[in-house]
């Protein structure tokens, strides 16, 4: 994850970083009885190359984009691998503790 | 060389919550922590008093600054009102200190 | 995949679907020997409730934003599987046949 | 009912491509195309002349317009010229019409 020169949307140059994991804690509380925060993490940057996880697909997207069909939706910096957290949930048949799957983000990659 | 003392909670299991029994060796209503100095409640609240689903040594909350368990904000998940505590002194989970 | 009325960066109403698949068909001509052309697909379109492929990770993301947390990543609408497709590799030994892996996006969600 | 005649193929396989072999049964340099009309050739441009790699039905390219094996524009893959010619007459891939 590497810093890089580019310019914003109003074409002034602004230094951002290629797309990577960025610390992210939120509040669980509408969502399980324990606990009450948990470090989800985000990804956020640019994806420009070199891809930290390159697949066809985005390197065929990228390019045909910068062919100039500038209307298609581009690569987006999203997790591609998670962790399970161990949560407290409510049920009728009682509070129990689960193994949940998919919630803190682990890796990056551009898709 | 000793070792520091390990905390004690009291310990209650309605429903197969194995990581809980994990927690630490229990003796009837009491377990002793095997890596954690803070004690747990779960409760639902039922007919408006608080019944006890989980008492146990922590393996969720990783935070108990206080000596007596009081209740945090009460939460509604799947229409069902619960509350629950943490505390950091033997046996302390024992009662939950809660106004309705 | 829906229509659902909502507004433009402008204000303005507009009419836009949910996250879903979008026929796009890319020339291979840089990339293989073999074909011309693939219909690779993308994926495009809001990331709104219902989701297609809710995973706890989104969820929460999505609720963190909702909060005010406006500067955060919000989640992206990005292919979340993929099809191989044969294609015809040159390299020094010789040119081959070969399959290869995530060419084309067959199914979208939100990360 | 009489079954359409089969397209037949100049066949060639220099590096073992097993998907080619199982496009129709192969007799000598003469493949007999499973489920194509079209019959494809892959070469290599080595000291400026054309050298075949694949000849063989298609399975890969999907169209074939003309009948003769006219070369598509050379592509330049891993630093390597290459050019590639499909067509659809009996055996029309055992030549490429290529000028350098």
């Known amino acids: 994850r590497s810093l890089r020169s580019t310019r914003d949307s109003t074409g002034k140059q602004v230094n951002a970083t290629t797309c990577g994991l960025k610390s992210l804690t939120v509040s669980l509380f509408n969502a399980f009885l324990g606990p009450n925060t948990a470090r989800i993490n985000n990804c956020q940057g640019l994806c420009v190359f070199p891809l930290s996880d390159p697949i066809y697909h985005t390197l065929l997207l990228i390019s045909y984009i910068e062919n100039g069909n500038v209307k298609e939706r581009a690569p987006c910096c999203v997790p591609i691998a998670y962790d399970a957290l161990v949560v407290i949930k409510v049920k009728l048949e009682g509070t129990y503790i689960c193994l949940q799957p998919n919630m803190l983000a682990t890796k990056c990659g551009c898709r | ?100």
């Open chain 2, 1 to 100: 060389q000793s070792s520091p003392q390990k905390r004690q909670c009291a310990f209650k299991n309605t429903i197969a919550n194995k990581q809980f029994e994990d927690a630490g060796d229990v003796n009837g209503s009491v377990q002793v922590c095997e890596s954690t100095q803070c004690c747990v409640g779960y409760y639902r609240i039922i007919n408006d008093q608080p019944r006890a689903d989980i008492l146990a040594c922590d393996i969720v909350e990783k935070s108990c600054p206080n000596n007596a368990c009081i209740a945090q904000p009460a939460q509604v998940l799947n229409n069902i009102t619960s509350i629950k505590c943490a505390c950091n002194t033997d046996l302390c989970n024992n009662n939950i200190n809660w106004t309705s």
